[in-house]
């Protein structure tokens, strides 16, 4: 790995090393961003008179309906703030208590206050599109902020709990206040996430580690049933979420679920980089981790095709991967799975909203004075996305309620996160997100450019409905961009995570799959969705048994390792790269 430039500072090192001071005080947003957006919509509201007399009249319209609501609300007679308003009842003043005065004053004004803005900036003529979805996402967030749900004073719920506890919540608040900070201070998990310790109560499907580089482990793990499926799983996770997602506790174990069906596992765990791992890009991710790991289980079951599965970008990686075998007419691939990954990043989804040229020059500069990009920071943008449910709902209960919200093995998970190193974040950004070159042709691998339309064998890729992070309808672009001849887009229920790892069995899910055909006529996204059939519980079983359909049969199951090849078993499962914080 190449050391930190020591040279002499450059005109760049200090423009970077500026930037990343202004991260500090701005929590890593870029200002410039938002303020050209604003200046956009203000440039086009003052060309707009007939707009700006609509937003008058309404907000005339609104603050009588404050009013009108209020002197109705004086009488006592309980009045719920969302009775009569045009548009969707706001869920969190649902309670009884928000019909009560003055509450329900709060509440409507505020409602009220929510629907103008939210129109003040919506259908200006002349401004951008992403301005205007960068705006919308600002107000969202001032909006959320500013709620009355939010305050004691203002929420009625709260003061109930306070008085019926006779101030007790708010003790237990302030110390879970004190608690998370001197957590937070020394670099601690949650609170409860002790309790899910990897090796002892998530990651603990028995395994060794066959092969370990500089950048992965790769695990494989050990058969629960007589014969097993020829051809090998070889599942690549994403880099920025440790790989016991997959392998959670027993009950939502994808590893587990697939071994106990008969399936040979191969696991890469990466290993979570540090400013050491800097100069860490994009192609040694591809050849010491993708490549690596397809060399490994090549080796240990010889003469087998592989069942090769990604998730998240652990599934671009494997597309960019795949194209390049295919590219090189290596045949070792003989199925792709893809869970909730794009390839395509015309239509990136909310994360738009810190994918532009200003934000990433900041992020970068960040990282290049780091070395790495530190998990908070990722995680802080997924927050954001999600304020009322990440953010202010927890404070509530956290510290208002004095409630603490009960740890599960998902949410344990998410706390354990990992880094990126500064030249592979930059890249994957800068060349996928923001010049879209996989999408596009001008992605090379080795010097030479790759296609994703090389891409030919059996696929099956995975998008969930309320994903925040790889849209669904972005995650689908890639039947648009491979030539498979047996291409199955299967949709769930629920976001990124929770839709991805629900267990074998859920009765709270469902899904819809659909096969076509290289000769079928392409359905746009709403066409698919009528199209496609419609099943209740988990997709697990359905994905099983297409990876059953795809193989040859049963037969003894495969050593453990190769050590005559140099794979011989080196650590039990699940390894040390996941155990590194």
Known sequence: M??????????????????????????????????????????????????????????????????????????????????GLNGDADRRFGGDAWSQFPFNVYARAYQNNVALMKDAVRDVGGVTDYHAQLLEFAV?????????????????????????????????????????????????????????EVGKSVAVTPGKVVFRNELIELIEYTPTTKTTYAEPVMIVPAWIMKYYILDLSARNSLVKYLVDQGHTVFMVSWKNPDERDRDTGMDDYLSKGFCAAVDAVSAIVPQRKIHAVGYCIGGTLLSIGAAALARDRDERLGSITMFAAQTDFSEPGELAFFINPSQLAMLEATMHKKGVLESRQMSGAFVLLRAQDLLWQPIINNYLKGQRDPMIDLMAWNADGTRMPWRMHSEYLYRLYLDNELATNRFPVGGKLIRLSDIRVPMFVVGTEADHVAPWKSV???DNLVRSDDFTFLLTSAGHNAGIVCGPVHPKRHYRVKTRRLADPHLAPEDWMEAATKHEGSWWPAWQRWLAAHSSGKGKPPAMGAPRKGYKPIDDAPGQYVRQR
């Open 140 to 196: 969202r967030l001032l909006l959320d902020a500013s709620s009355p749900s939010n305050c004691l004073a203002t929420n009625p719920e709260l003061l109930a709990l306070t008085q019926s506890e006779q101030g007790q919540n708010l003790v237990r608040g302030l110390q879970h206040v004190i608690e998370d900070t001197k957590r937070t201070v020394e670099g601690m998990a949650p609170a409860g996430a002790d309790a899910f």
């Open 2 to 83: 190449n050391t930190k430039n020591t040279s002499a500072p450059t005109a760049q090192d200090f423009d970077r090393e500026f930037r990343a001071q202004v991260a500090q005080m701005t929590a890593g947003l870029a200002p410039t961003a938002f303020t050209t957006a604003w200046a956009d919509w203000a440039m086009h509201m003052a060309l707009s008179p007939a707009k700006r007399s609509e937003l008058r009249q309404e907000a005339l319209v609104r603050a009588n309906d404050t009013w009108a609501f209020a002197l109705r609300a004086l009488s006592g007679v309980p009045l719920s703030p969302s009775e």
């Open 476 to 478: 689908y672009k890639v």
